[in-house]
């Protein structure tokens, strides 16, 4: 899903917003992609990026679309397959060219796909760490609440939008007791943060209902 739609909150799950970009997972175009997790006992994906040191010195490609095949200096089928994380030799028997692209330009780029699914996989209760509040799944430590600066624009994009606050700049209170993770009780009123030790002293406690 693209970053702007809205929380898809179940009753009875968490609730976690994941923003992850293709170019964290060893592709050279920028694609920011927005997944929503939620499970019935609160267990949070932990998303291992590949860092981007390799494509420091890469151009940025831009972003596959659907609409490849009827835009102006349309990139090789085998290109657009390498930039979406396929193989250069990856057919699709039986569909036309446009139809070929659209269905590659509508996927997750496989490097994002394989992470996410792995994190689901492996997902842990939320015990002794906590997420970066913008919703990209990374772990903060300290007095850290944002891992780091493109979290940071994210947030202050999202306090300016229109109708949310006044513009101005980020600013999270981290006093006692706000120890914060993403996941949310469905329904809970107020921030979409669950605190830490609440669902860690529930894990504890052995609560029915974790």
Same mark, same amino acid.
């Given at each position: 899903?693209? +970053?702007s739609v809205p929380d898809?909150?179940? +009753? &009875? #799950? @968490? ?10 997972? &060893?592709?050279?175009? %920028?694609?920011? !992609? ?14 291992? =990026? !590949? ?6 010195? %890469? ?9 490849? $095949?009827?835009?102006?200096? =349309?990139?090789?089928? $085998?290109?657009? /397959? ?11 028997? &039986? ?5 070929? #692209? !659209? ?15 792995? %994190? ?11 997420? /970066?509040?913008?919703? /990209?799944?990374?772990?903060? @430590? ?14 202050? !994009? ?8 006044? +513009? ?21 009123? &107020? ?11 529930? #894990?504890?406690?052995? @609560?029915?209902?974790?």
């Amino acid at each position: 899903m693209v +970053p702007s739609v809205p929380d898809l909150v179940i +009753p &009875g #799950y @968490s609730h976690l917003r994941l923003d992850l970009d293709a170019r964290d997972f &060893g592709s050279r175009q %920028s694609r920011l !992609r927005h997944f929503q997790f939620g499970h019935a006992r609160g267990l949070v994906p932990l998303v291992t =990026r !590949r860092g981007r040191a390799a494509l420091e010195h %890469s151009p940025i490609e831009r972003c596959c679309v659907a609409s490849e $095949a009827g835009r102006p200096g =349309r990139r090789t089928w $085998a290109d657009f /397959c390498e930039l979406q994380g396929l193989p250069r030799e990856f057919t699709l028997p &039986g569909f036309t060219l446009a139809a070929r #692209y !659209r269905a590659v330009g509508n996927g997750v780029h496989v490097g994002v796909a394989r992470a996410l699914a792995a %994190s689901i996989r492996d997902a842990v209760k939320p015990l002794g760490f906590r997420l /970066c509040l913008c919703g /990209c799944a990374r772990m903060v @430590s300290g007095r850290r609440t944002l891992a780091t600066d493109a979290c940071k624009k994210r947030m202050q !994009r999202r306090r300016d939008r229109p109708g949310v606050t006044g +513009p101005g700049s980020v600013t999270v209170d981290l006093s006692p007791g706000t120890d914060l993770v993403t996941p949310r009780a469905a329904g809970a009123p &107020g921030p979409s943060r669950f605190p830490v030790t609440e669902l860690a002293a529930a #894990y504890a406690g052995g @609560s029915p209902d974790l």
